[in-house]
């Protein structure tokens, strides 16, 4: 059961850095290099990285749950950027 749990986490967070790295493009190559982009892909990166921290079978990284959410463009940055900008246009 234990090595399942490694395989396991080992996929989410392998699942995570991937989604994370295409949302990082869409930012890096739609928001600094003004460059037409795809979309980017809302909460499954940060998502997949918090369900990984939970799963790998070490005690100190169940803490750190919240960070894939801040690191993925896709959850909070994002989100983050998309609220700011719509009230922007609002007013």
Do not use: H
């Not at 290099?33 to 998502?47: A, C, V």
């Amino acid at each position: 059961m234990f090595w399942i749990k490694w395989v396991l986490g080992g996929a989410l967070f392998s699942v995570s850095l991937w989604i994370t790295l295409l949302n990082g493009l869409v930012f890096w190559n739609g928001l600094i290099r003004k460059k037409e982009t795809s979309s980017w892909i809302p909460l499954l990166g940060g998502l997949s990285g918090t369900f990984a921290l939970f799963v790998i079978p070490n005690l100190g990284l169940c803490y750190l749950w919240w960070v894939p959410l801040l690191l993925d463009w896709g959850c909070m940055p994002g989100f983050t950027y998309q609220l700011l900008l719509s009230l922007r246009k609002q007013s």
